[in-house]
C-alpha cells in the first residue's frame, strides 16, 4: 500500500511538472528535435510539399501551431507542447518565414 501511495505521488509529481511547462515555462524550441520528429511522423499523408505550395492554407505563426496539433491528433500521437513548439518552429524557419 505504502508503495502504490508513492508510485501515485511520483506520477503526480510528474504531470504537475510537465503542467508548469506546458504553461509558459517552455524551454528554447530545438529545431533540430522538430525534424525529427517531422520526418518520422508526418510524412505519411503529405511530404514536405505542402508547405511550400502556392496556395499553402497556413497564414501566420499561431495559425501553424493549430495546424501541427491539428495534424498530429488526427493520427493519434501525443507530443508535450515543447514537442509541438520544436515541430512549429522548426517548420517556420525551413519553409513558413513569419
Ligand atoms: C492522416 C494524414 C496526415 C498526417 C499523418 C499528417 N498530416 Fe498534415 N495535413 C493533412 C491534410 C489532409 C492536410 C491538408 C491538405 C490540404 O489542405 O490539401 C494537411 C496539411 C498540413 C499543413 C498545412 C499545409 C499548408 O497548406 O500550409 C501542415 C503545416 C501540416 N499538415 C503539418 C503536419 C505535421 C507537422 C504532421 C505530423 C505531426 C502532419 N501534418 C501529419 C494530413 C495529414
Redesign the pocket.
Same mark, same amino acid.
Given at each position: 500500500m505504502k508503495t502504490l501511495t508513492l508510485l501515485i505521488t511520483l506520477l503526480l509529481t510528474g504531470l504537475s511538472s510537465n503542467a508548469a511547462l506546458a504553461s509558459g515555462q517552455e524551454r528554447a524550441p530545438d529545431l533540430a528535435n522538430g525534424e525529427k520528429?517531422?520526418s518520422q511522423? =508526418?510524412t505519411?499523408?503529405?511530404d514536405d510539399s505542402?508547405?511550400t505550395?502556392p496556395?499553402?492554407? !497556413?497564414k501566420t505563426l499561431p495559425g501553424?501551431g493549430k495546424?501541427?496539433r491539428? =495534424?498530429?491528433d488526427?493520427?493519434g500521437?501525443t507530443w508535450f507542447d515543447d514537442e509541438v513548439n520544436d !515541430?512549429v518552429y522548426f517548420?517556420n524557419d525551413k519553409y513558413?518565414h513569419f
Amino acid at each position: 500500500m505504502k508503495t502504490l501511495t508513492l508510485l501515485i505521488t511520483l506520477l503526480l509529481t510528474g504531470l504537475s511538472s510537465n503542467a508548469a511547462l506546458a504553461s509558459g515555462q517552455e524551454r528554447a524550441p530545438d529545431l533540430a528535435n522538430g525534424e525529427k520528429l517531422v520526418s518520422q511522423n =508526418c510524412t505519411r499523408c503529405h511530404d514536405d510539399s505542402v508547405y511550400t505550395r502556392p496556395n499553402r492554407r !497556413v497564414k501566420t505563426l499561431p495559425g501553424l501551431g493549430k495546424q501541427v496539433r491539428f =495534424c498530429k491528433d488526427t493520427i493519434g500521437i501525443t507530443w508535450f507542447d515543447d514537442e509541438v513548439n520544436d !515541430v512549429v518552429y522548426f517548420l517556420n524557419d525551413k519553409y513558413y518565414h513569419f
